[in-house]
Structures are given as structure tokens and as C-alpha cells.
């Protein structure tokens, strides 16, 4: 168990709806990232906060948006769906060095 | 722009046939390399950071080296439990985000 917690574990949706995937941080961690995963494609960092703050961005559609609390969870918020957005979508935190991974929420667009 | 590259794909290996997993790497001013394990479905779980050419770190049958240009992950009298996809990501100075690999998918025969 990293201590990175996500939910929901799975989400079904259909294309053009929204859907918000949240996930708490180790305690103590003050940088989350997030990241997709797909069958086709490795892990692609998206996107990157610290301690409330935009640090870092990836290949992030514009459809996608992030933010982090005061308590230091983050959501992650997709819009507009397509099939194509399917895949595991990954938290992971860390203070300085190696990042912590959650379970994923496993996202699937009909 | 930072880049690595893993290989094999894919590998093979019997129970107890040690091998090397290779990881390439292409980053302006390494700030660490990183070896995280993955089950299908599960969030990459952390192995080892790698700081400096030279540097190794060993945990059960799995070792991690470094030099300037790659690293490689030996693994020693495998097991079945040790199949799993290995990925190799890179951090520079350059940016705050992790730059993954591929992975490798090691089988482990009994």
C-alpha cells in the first residue's frame, strides 16, 4: 500500500459527458501528479501540482483540468468525453524524490 | 528533450535463469532514474532511485546499475512472482515532471 488513495476505482461513461476522479496524497507529500496510462500508450504525465500551485504540465488536453485543495487532494476533471479517453488514470505524490503511485481509476467511455 | 528508451519489449525466462533489463536514456542533467515495478491493472510500485554513474541499489533478487548513458535492472534466479512489467523514468534539472519508459513485460516460467 502506497498511501496514495483514488476513487472511484471505475467509472463507465458515455461520450460527452464529465466526470471528476480524485485522489488523496501520502500524508506529508506535498506534490501530486497526475498521469494516463492506455493499452497503446505508456504512462503520460498530464499534469502536476505542489502544494496548491500548477508546478508542471504535459501532453494535458485542453478538455482536461486539474486542482489541489488546501488539504492537499486533487481532483482531476475530464469534459466532453470520447472514446478515445479511455485508459487508467494514475495519481502519485511525493516530497522530493520518487513518486508514490494509487491504485488508478480505471475509465471507460461508451 | 528527455528520453528513454527500455528494451527488450518483452522477455522470457525460466525460473532461476538470471537476465538484465536495459533502460537508455537521453536527459540534460540527470536529477535521478527511477525503477518502478507494475501488475496489470495496479499502480506502479517504487523499486529504486538511482542518483549518480556508478551508483547501485540491490532489494531481494533484484539489483539496479547506473552509468552516464543507461541503466539496468539484474535480476537474479527469478521467479513467478517476480512477472511484471518494469518501467524506467528519468528527472532533470530541466523539469519537474518524470519522463517514463515503455517497460519491459518479464515472464517468469516455473
Known amino acids: 500500500d502506497s498511501g496514495v488513495t483514488q476513487t472511484p476505482k471505475h467509472l463507465i461513461t458515455a461520450t460527452g459527458q464529465r466526470v471528476t476522479l480524485r485522489c488523496s496524497p501520502r500524508?506529508?507529500?506535498?506534490?501530486v501528479y497526475w498521469y494516463q496510462q492506455s493499452l497503446d500508450q505508456g504512462l503520460q504525465f498530464l499534469i502536476q501540482y505542489y502544494n496548491g500551485e500548477e508546478r508542471a504540465k504535459g501532453n494535458i488536453l485542453e478538455r482536461f483540468s486539474a486542482q489541489q485543495f488546501p488539504d492537499l487532494h486533487s481532483e482531476l476533471n475530464l469534459s466532453s468525453l470520447e472514446l478515445g479517453d479511455s485508459a487508467l488514470y494514475f495519481c502519485?505524490?511525493?516530497?522530493?524524490?520518487?513518486?508514490?503511485f494509487g491504485p488508478g481509476t480505471r475509465l471507460t467511455v461508451t | 528533450e528527455d528520453q528513454v528508451t527500455q528494451s527488450p519489449e518483452a522477455l522470457r525466462l525460466q525460473e532461476g535463469e538470471s537476465s538484465s533489463l536495459n533502460c537508455s536514456y537521453t536527459?540534460?542533467?540527470?536529477?535521478?532514474l527511477f525503477w518502478y515495478r507494475q501488475d496489470p491493472g495496479k499502480g506502479p510500485e517504487f523499486l529504486f532511485t538511482l542518483y549518480s554513474a556508478g551508483e547501485e541499489k540491490e532489494k531481494e533478487r533484484l539489483k539496479a546499475t547506473l552509468t552516464k548513458k543507461e541503466s539496468f535492472l539484474h535480476i537474479t534466479a527469478p521467479k513467478p512472482e517476480d512477472s511484471a512489467t518494469y518501467l524506467c523514468a528519468v528527472r532533470s534539472y530541466n523539469n519537474n515532471d518524470m519522463r517514463f519508459g515503455a517497460g519491459t513485460r518479464l515472464t517468469v516460467k516455473p
Open positions: 536527459v540534460s542533467g540527470l536529477r535521478g
Open positions: 502519485a505524490s511525493s516530497d522530493a524524490g520518487e513518486q508514490y
Open positions: 500524508s506529508g507529500d506535498l506534490s
